[in-house]
């Protein structure tokens, strides 16, 4: 069965871009023939992040998921610029 991976941007548990794609999920789950996989930046250590260190050990599963992935829906939070 196919697969859309859903990656979350946030760095909080508790954010409106995770709880998209929490609405997301239920919604592909109840109305389509989609499996789906949730990926959170949370996941993987800071340092590899930060460092950009892709080709970590910690990346290996979340590429291959990207690869065979038949959809990907990204979510992120927007951070408004500071007013002068």
Known sequence: MAEV???SGSPTASS???ALLEY???WLRDRSSFETALVSV???PADDL???KYDSPSFYVFKQQVSN???IIVSTP???PLQA
């Open 5 to 7: 991976l859903l990656i």
């Open 16 to 18: 409106k871009s995770a």
């Open 42 to 44: 949370r996941d993987f």
């Open 78 to 80: 927007y951070f408004p």
């Open 24 to 26: 997301l999920r239920e």
């Open 69 to 71: 992935a038949a959809g």
């Open 50 to 52: 930060i460092l950009a």
